[in-house]
């Protein structure tokens, strides 16, 4: 008679158990299948020499921000910084959207312009060593950085 009984309640906590793992399966399923892409730092020039002109008709350093994922991507409040000990440097401004699989230049020509054309308020150093970063607006998660280049 205690066997039956022992048998059902193990089978009641194997269902709850299984049921947890599914559970938890379908929900981090359902996370990943909705988080996004995190934009990436595609290509950058440190000492541009006439690759790309800005609005002022001047070769300014810059760098491309692209958006892998198929969903537009709003990354006002990002940074962008050329230093790892000021990890918030430069912000980019309020309604800054990557299309999806699309990207946006961003000059480093220490002119610091937040309308018509983006400009940081750092250069990128052409020596060894340099740095550049793209940072969440949380000032402190690093997306994608490039340390010590060339």
Sequence with gaps: MNAPLSRGWALIGFIRSCSLVFGSAAILGFSAVNSLAAPVIVEFMASNDKSLYDEDGESSDWMEIFNPDPAPLDISGWFLTNDPGE???????????????????????????????????????????GYLALVEADGRTIVQEYANYP
Aim: charge should be neutral; glycine fraction near 14%; proline fraction near 5%.
């Design 87 to 129: 990890l918030g440097r430069w912000q980019l401004p309020d309604g800054t959207l990557l299309p999806s699989g699309g990207s946006l230049i961003v000059f480093a020509s220490d002119k610091d312009r937040n309308a018509g054309e983006l400009h940081t308020n750092f250069k990128l150093s052409k020596d060894t060593g």
